[in-house]
């Protein structure tokens, strides 16, 4: 399996006839199973708008994004379901992810049952509880009844994930999901979040504007600015030896990131 962008292009209607914002511009990215791939870049260079056309949220205006090698734009009917089952988005829990109102158990098993991974009390509960264990919430029996402001705030980023690996995806695209988090709290989630790419083969797009985050779990590094993926490559060949005087710039700015050893 491969997700791609290919030279993807957004533009945005500008206000009250002004010209247009051009989000992202002429960007190319791949994502595969098993490969955590991170997304750096300043606010407002584009990287939510690229997170948003790779989860088919919103239409690119040029280009394409393509599951192995099929224009996703093109899809019909259930294959745009199940596009939506393999490339599954978690975005960090202040954005309203969760309902309140709805308790752990029923938030995950609701879209259990909506993608039909299994229905039945007993095996959406099941389901519900296999994917509670993989994100470290055990025993996950004591966390089925509980709402959202009951639980701490990495324990509701763990849901999001939960729900999230539920349906068996992919891809994961992740938009700031931990950036909201104290630093020990991030180092747990985070680890869940990396071992499930063993555990489960899932493969990550990780937006964050965190390059100590980048340098612990990334296989793989996109840099954005002002819309355009100015550099790419290996994390580890990334942050040795940039190349874009933006990535020199973003790294100098994070001073524990000076080279190690
Ligand atoms: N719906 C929209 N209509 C108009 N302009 C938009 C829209 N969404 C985003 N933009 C503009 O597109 C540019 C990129 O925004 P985007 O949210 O993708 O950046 P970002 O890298 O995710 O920033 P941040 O790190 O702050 O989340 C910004 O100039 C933003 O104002
Ligand atoms: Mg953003």
Avoid: C
Wanted: net charge positive; charged share 25%; glycine share 10%.
């Amino acid at each position: 399996m491969l997700l791609e962008a290919l030279s993807v292009t957004k533009s945005f209607r500008g206000r009250r006839g002004g010209a247009p914002v051009v989000a992202v511009s002429n960007a190319s990215l791949r994502a595969e199973p098993g490969r955590f791939v991170a997304i750096v870049g300043e606010s407002g260079s584009g990287k939510s708008t690229l997170a948003r056309m790779l989860l088919d949220l919103i239409p690119v205006t040029d280009g394409t994004v393509e599951l192995d090698g099929h224009d996703i734009a093109q899809l019909r009917g259930g294959e745009r379901r199940a596009y939506r089952r393999r490339v599954q988005a978690v975005l960090q829990d202040p954005a309203g992810s969760l309902n309140p109102r709805k308790r752990v158990e029923q938030a995950i098993g609701e879209v259990v049952r909506l993608h039909r991974i299994a229905s039945g009390r007993s095996a959406v509960r099941a389901k519900v509880i296999e994917a509670l264990e993989l994100v470290g919430m055990e025993p996950a029996g004591r966390f089925l009844d509980r709402f959202p402001h009951e639980l701490s705030g990495g324990q509701r980023q763990r849901v999001l994930i939960a729900r999230a690996i539920a349906l068996g995806p992919d891809i994961i695209v992740a938009d700031e999901a931990v950036s909201a988090l104290d630093a020990s709290v991030k180092a747990g989630v985070l680890k869940v979040m990396a071992d499930l790419t063993e555990t489960i083969g899932v493969g990550y797009v990780f937006i964050t504007h965190d390059l100590p985050v980048v340098r612990k779990v990334a296989d793989y590094v996109y840099v954005m600015k002002s819309g355009e993926i100015v550099e790419e490559g290996p994390k580890d060949r990334l942050f040795a030896d940039p190349q874009h005087p933006y990535t020199r710039t973003l790294l100098a700015a994070a001073p524990e990131l000076a080279p190690a050893d």
